[in-house]
Nanobody, 119 residues
Framework: QVQLVESGGGLVQAGDSLRLSCAASGRTFSSYAMGWFRQAPGMEREFVAGISRFGSTTRYADSVKGRFTISRDNAANTVYLQMNSLKPEDTAVYYC????????????WGQGTQVTVSS
């Protein structure tokens, strides 16, 4: 069992930056690939970024490539999402997730953190 707790969301203006954090507890953090999904009102949850167990492989949705960076600190049991050049369409609840690989996330989920980008 893995418990995930996100933090770092908030209200920002277009063009600003935010860094989300996800703290994990429970089983060995480095046993899991980690990722971020997001869900906007009335929309399905969508993949944002993923990172392999030791950080050697990352994946991004096309909509965030070049603007968002996922990273992890296995010593601190934490995964991060650095979001730059934010756009109003990035507004969503952002969820942290753990899984076996970056292509098989979703075994565990956090409660989500709201990111709102005003124009």
């Amino acid at each position: 069992q893995v418990q995930l707790v996100e933090s770092g969301g908030g209200l920002v203006q277009a063009g600003d930056s935010l860094r989300l954090s996800c703290a994990a507890s429970g089983r060995t953090f480095s046993s899991y690939a980690m990722g971020w999904f997001r869900q906007a009102p009335g929309m399905e949850r969508e993949f944002v970024a993923g990172i392999s167990r030791f950080g050697s492989t990352t994946r991004y949705a096309d909509s965030v490539k070049g603007r968002f960076t996922i990273s992890r600190d296995n010593a601190a049991n934490t995964v991060y999402l650095q979001m730059n050049s934010l756009k109003p369409e990035d507004t969503a609840v952002y969820y942290c997730t753990a899984g076996s690989t970056t292509l098989k996330l979703g075994d565990y989920w956090g409660q989500g953190t709201q990111v709102t980008v005003s124009s």
